[in-house]
T-cell receptor, first 111, second 120 residues
Framework: GENVEQHPSTLSVQEGDSAVIKCTYSDSASNYFPWYKQELGKRPQLIIDIRSNVGEKKDQRIAVTLNKTAKHFSLHITETQPEDSAVYFC??????????FGKGTMLLVSP | GAVVSQHPSWVICKSGTSVKIECRSLDFQATTMFWYRQFPKQSLMLMATSNEGSKATYEQGVEKDKFLINHASLTLSTLTVTSAHPEDSSFYICSARGFRTGNHSNQPQHFGDGTRLSIL
């Protein structure tokens, strides 16, 4: 089955800095890569996603890049703010069907 | 975005009790619903996948007789933890994907708020 590796497990940055979280996947058939943000005790929220037919997607301060050849994708957050602090999960799947999640990255943004 | 409602948000009950958790898609038709379990500071572990009108598909190691899943309509799936024991205590989250009512736009997975289950 699919295996998703996510790094780093924790990431501390200063407010205003950029943050990058990286994931790799194993199944070359995967074509959908969402990122979820989960605040403590709350639901995971979809923040951005990318399909395999594009290499990059941007939404204001967040962007995702995908390298299908290398089977890795990354989340980039620029101008980080304290409210960006949360656990971020990457995931991989085919279509919108079953997703395999990474282990998560706890992002801490210090004011 | 699409809304998924999950109830109850927390349950505390005695060992041996059966607990039912509901997951509803409020503004789209959920052709598929997923049930996850999440331990503190860990990732989401898929327990089972249910397609509307079909039997659920359980992941390896998940007891189907312990975790009963029903997905009888396009807007509702239920997870029943039967004869719950302390080791079943966890955070259970559902998610749903499907088609938005009206324009039939394909919807990615959206999560419910989760249910914190504590078995004494």
């Amino acid at each position: 089955g699919e295996n998703v590796e996510q790094h780093p497990s924790t990431l501390s940055v200063q407010e205003g800095d950029s943050a990058v979280i990286k994931c790799t996947y194993s199944d070359s058939a995967s074509n959908y890569f969402p990122w979820y943000k989960q605040e403590l005790g709350k639901r995971p929220q979809l923040i951005i996603d990318i399909r395999s037919n594009v290499g990059e997607k941007k939404d204001q301060r967040i962007a995702v890049t995908l390298n299908k050849t290398a089977k890795h994708f990354s989340l980039h957050i620029t101008e980080t703010q304290p409210e960006d602090s949360a656990v971020y999960f990457c995931a991989s799947g085919w279509g919108y069907s079953t997703l395999t999640f990474g282990k998560g990255t706890m992002l801490l943004v210090s004011p | 975005g699409a809304v998924v409602s999950q109830h109850p948000s927390w349950v505390i009950c005695k060992s041996g009790t059966s607990v039912k958790i509901e997951c509803r898609s409020l503004d789209f038709q959920a052709t598929t619903m997923f049930w996850y379990r999440q331990f503190p500071k860990q990732s989401l572990m898929l327990m089972a996948t249910s397609n509307e009108g079909s039997k659920a598909t359980y992941e390896q190691g998940v007891e189907k007789d312990k975790f009963l899943i029903n997905h009888a309509s396009l807007t509702l799936s239920t997870l029943t933890v039967t004869s719950a024991h302390p080791e079943d205590s966890s955070f259970y989250i559902c998610s749903a994907r499907g088609f938005r009512t009206g324009n039939h736009s394909n919807q990615p997975q959206h999560f419910g708020d989760g249910t914190r289950l504590s078995i004494l």
